[in-house]
Nanobody, 123 residues
Framework: QVQLVESGGGLVQPGGSLRLSCAAS????????MGWYRQAPGKQRELVAEATHSGSTNYADSVKGRFTISRDNARNTVSLQMNSLKPDDTAVYYC?????????????????WGQGTQVTVSS
């Protein structure tokens, strides 16, 4: 059973920083893409940042220059360093793993979500 466990959310003042971490556990050979999404009240879930197994990254325009995603393939972890946080960044942040392989030829899970962690930016 593969699962994602997130940590690192909380309350921070505008301009502050937080670091989110996510670890995938279980039978894993590799994961194609790991990333972070967020969902604010009354809004749809949106991509924040993602990193491929080869190291390519992609960011939402709203977080470019402020957030940095990093990934450790050997440990199946992904982190999101969030700097210069704004009240608009307030949301539940979800870790996502897309296409989890249990061998070179077998996919065990097409996509998996973490339980979510609350990030609140407020003075």
């Amino acid at each position: 059973q593969v699962q994602l466990v997130e940590s690192g959310g909380g309350l921070v003042q505008p301009g502050g920083s937080l670091r989110l971490s996510c670890a995938a556990s279980g039978r894993i050979f590799s994961i194609n893409v790991m990333g972070w999404y967020r969902q604010a009240p009354g809004k749809q879930r949106e991509l924040v940042a993602e990193a491929t197994h080869s190291g390519s990254t992609n960011y939402a325009d709203s977080v470019k220059g402020r957030f940095t995603i990093s990934r450790d393939n050997a440990r199946n972890t992904v982190s999101l360093q969030m700097n210069s946080l704004k009240p608009d960044d307030t949301a539940v942040y979800y870790c996502n793993a897309d296409t989890i392989w249990i061998s070179r030829t077998v996919v065990s899970v097409p996509t998996l979500w973490g339980q979510g962690t609350q990030v609140t930016v407020s003075s």
